[in-house]
C-alpha cells in the first residue's frame, strides 16, 4: 500500500506540470539498446511490503533474463512516483491504484503495466485494518464525529475510510481526517490523539498485539480489490515498447513467484524495510495476482467520482490499455 512518509497528492499534481514541462523539454527516455547491451531501467518504490515481488524478481534475475539492468529507487510514496514516471525520471513505478486514476484523468500522461498488490481476499484477515482502541467503537458508522488517521489524503485510504461509514450507514463527510505517516499511527491511538487507524502491515500487526479490534478494511469493500499498480509514462510506452513488453513480463513473473513463495517475501522485506524477522513471520501478506483486475479498478473509478476526486469518471480502459 502506500506510503510511509507522503505528501498530500493534490500537492503533488500541482508539482506535476512543472515536471512534465521539463519532461517536454528532455525527459529522460530509455532508447533501445544495442544487442547485448542490458537497459538500465530506474523503478520508483515505496519502501513497504506491498513492493516485495519487485525486490525478489531482481534477486532472482527475472529481469536480467528480460535484458534489464534494474535499479530500485525509493520515493517518499506512490503519490509522489506518478508525476516523477511521467516526467521521465523514473521508467517504472508503484503506485496506489485511486492516486494512478486520479492522475491519468486530470492529464498526467500514464498507463497501469502491471498489478501491484490486492486484498487477501478475507475481510477479516487482510493485510489492511480499520482498527479502534475503544471497546464502543463497533462499526465504521459509529467514527462520525471522531478523528481517524489516514496515510495522506485523497488516495485509497482516505477514501476506502469514507466508503467503509457510508456503507454501514455513516456520514462520511461527518469525520474528522487526520493525516499521519503509516509508522506514527500505532502511537496516535494509543495516545487517544486520534479514534481509529487505518494501516497496513506491518503495522496492522503492532495494533493487534495491543488487543484492538479491526472494524474495516480493503477486503471489507471488495474481495478482488486491486489496491495498487505499476505504471510507465504514455512517452516511454510509445518510443520503446519492447522495453516496456520486456519490464512487464519480468514484472509478472516476479508476481506470480512471490504469490507462491510467501517464505521468500518474508524473507527479502529484511532486505530493504527495517522489519523484524518475528514480525516478517507473523504478518498477513496481501495478494499479489499477475493480471490487472480491471473491474476492481472500474470499482474504485466509481468510488473517485463519488467521493468527488474527480468530476469525470476514470477511464479505466484507456489507463490499462
Known sequence: MESL??????????????????????AKETPPSTPGTPDKVTAGVVAIVDVAPIYLGKQKGFFTEQNIDLTLQTA???????????????????SNSISVLVAHTNGVPIKAIASGNGTTGNATAD?????????????PKALVGKKVAT???????????KELVKR?????????????AFPDMVGALDTNKVDAIFVVEPFLSAAKAKGWKVIGSFAALDP????ALYVTSQALAQSNPDLVARFTTAMKKSLAYAESHPDE??????????IAENVRQGMTLPKWPADINRASLDKLADLIVANGLTSKKPDVAAVVS
Open 265 to 274: 517475501v518474508r524473507a527479502i522485506l529484511g532486505s530493504y524495510t527495517q
Open 76 to 94: 517518499q510514496g506512490g503519490a509522489a512516483v506518478v508525476p516523477a514516471v511521467a516526467a521521465g525520471t523514473y521508467q517504472f513505478g508503484f
Open 168 to 180: 454501514d450507514g455513516g456520514d462520511p463527510a461527518a469525520v474528522s481526517l487526520v493525516e499521519l
Open 224 to 227: 478482488a480489490m486491486c489496491v
Open 5 to 26: 512518509m507522503i505528501r498530500r497528492f493534490t500537492a503533488v499534481l500541482a508539482g506535476a506540470a512543472m515536471l512534465l514541462s521539463a519532461a517536454a523539454c528532455g
Open 151 to 161: 496515510n495522506t489524503l485523497k488516495n485509497i485510504v482516505d477514501t476506502s475510510i
Open 127 to 139: 493485510f489492511s485494518g480499520l482498527v479502534v482502541k475503544d471497546p464502543a467503537i463497533t462499526s
